[in-house]
Structures are given as structure tokens and as C-alpha cells.
């Protein structure tokens, strides 16, 4: 199964873009990768996914690297409602998906 | 109503009694799992079924028991519940069609407290 890396924690402060990285160097080549987040008290969230491309949605962006050992989960203007764990999962057709410890963001005014 | 509903929400019990969550979707996926949550070390996979029939254990599945009652059911049992269990735990489903590439749906949690 592809493991996981990402930063503990990153800070940002509002109205900021934020890149949220994370690398996956052993993910298979026909795996989709998913980003979720997690908001307090909630279960987490779909964010976005991607393959190859990059990919826009209204929530976020998603930068693949060519090599698709790392994926960049791009808010392009923070807000406060966007602090959260965010979790990147390399594992999409797997079945057997395990997060990582995710990245907790913090969101400054 | 949510898509993924898990019952109880908050659960509070003794050392050695048998717990039962409980989960239901009405997504319409084959696939279900069910997943640990402790302070500090993310979301850890317990069990997971592709479907009615399948079932597979997961990264921490000493301790625990799953029954996969109908495509939309998937119950956790603790046998003999023990204070190291005490967690937030959440279900999910997925599904892989045509148009679909295995995202995740998590239902709210259950928090469970074993004294």
C-alpha cells in the first residue's frame, strides 16, 4: 500500500494562499489521489482528486507531480472556516486505505 | 438526513462488556469500513468489506468484530471492551464504477468511552 508524508502542522493566515504538500513516492500508477479534510467534531470530508492532471474545483486545487510521487493541496484564499486536518490518500482503487496523520492547519485573522 | 449514519453517537461503558456500533448508508455502495480515530495518530482502518460477502481486516483489527448484515449495514462489535479502546470511531463507504473513483463518505462518528 502507498504510504504517506506530510507536515504535522502548517499555519497560514487569511485571505492567504495555503500549499499543502505531500509525497507518496510508492503509490501504484493507476491510483487516484484523494484529499480530505477534517473539520472539529466532524468526520472528515471529501476535498478533491485527481490522476495525473491538475484539477480545479470550487473547494480547492490539486498540483500532481509528473512523477506522481507527491500531490499539493492548494486553498488559494484561506479563510478561518478552512482550519482543519487535511488528509492526502495515494490509495483510491486499493480498498485498504489507510490515512496518514494528515496536516492540521491553522488559519490566522 | 446524512447519507452515512452511525449509531450510537456517544457511548459510554464499562471494562468487559460487549459494545455493538452500528452503520448505515443510503449511498448505494458496496464498499464499507470502519475506522479508529485517536488524538495524534490520525485514522487507523479496522475492518473493511468490498461487499455482503467480503470481509477483510484491516491495520487494528485485534479486538474487533464486524458483521456486514446487508449492503447497507456494516456493524463493529467489542467483545470485551478495555479502556485502550476508547476512540472516536467513524464508518465510511466507497464505491468504484465508471464514474467513480473510490472517494470516500464518513459518517459523523461515535465516540466511545470504556472505563
Known amino acids: 500500500d502507498a504510504k504517506t508524508t506530510q507536515p504535522n502542522s502548517m499555519e497560514s493566515n487569511e485571505e492567504e494562499p495555503v500549499h499543502l504538500p505531500c509525497n507518496h513516492s510508492?503509490?501504484?500508477?493507476?491510483?487516484?489521489i484523494h484529499w480530505y479534510r477534517q473539520l472539529p467534531s466532524q468526520g472528515p470530508e471529501y476535498v478533491i482528486h485527481?490522476?495525473?492532471s491538475n484539477v480545479n474545483n470550487r473547494m480547492a486545487s490539486l498540483a500532481i507531480a509528473e512523477d506522481r510521487k507527491s500531490s499539493t493541496l492548494i486553498l488559494h484564499r484561506a479563510t478561518l472556516r478552512d482550519a482543519a486536518v487535511y488528509y492526502c490518500?495515494?490509495?483510491?482503487?486499493?480498498?485498504?486505505?489507510?490515512f496518514g496523520k494528515g496536516t492540521k492547519l491553522s488559519v490566522k485573522p | 438526513d446524512a447519507d452515512v449514519t452511525q449509531t450510537p453517537r456517544n457511548r459510554i461503558t464499562k471494562t468487559g462488556k460487549r459494545i455493538m456500533l452500528e452503520c448505515s448508508q443510503t449511498?448505494?455502495?458496496?464498499?464499507m469500513y470502519w475506522y479508529r480515530q485517536d488524538p495524534g495518530l490520525g485514522l487507523r482502518l479496522i475492518y473493511y468489506?468490498?461487499?455482503?460477502?467480503?470481509?477483510n481486516k484491516g491495520e487494528i483489527s485485534d479486538g474487533y468484530s464486524v458483521s456486514r448484515q446487508a449492503q447497507a449495514k456494516f456493524s463493529l462489535s467489542l467483545e470485551s471492551a478495555i479502556p485502550n479502546q476508547t476512540a472516536l470511531y467513524f464508518c465510511?463507504?466507497?464505491?468504484?464504477?465508471?464514474?467513480?473513483?473510490?472517494?470516500?463518505?464518513f459518517g459523523e462518528g461515535s465516540r466511545l468511552t470504556v472505563l
Open positions: 465510511a463507504t466507497s464505491d468504484l464504477g465508471r464514474e467513480n473513483t473510490g472517494e470516500l463518505f
Open positions: 510508492t503509490i501504484s500508477g493507476t491510483d487516484y
Open positions: 485527481g490522476l495525473t
Open positions: 490518500d495515494p490509495g483510491g482503487s486499493q480498498g485498504n486505505l489507510i
Open positions: 449511498k448505494g455502495h458496496d464498499r
Open positions: 468489506s468490498f461487499d455482503v460477502k467480503d470481509i
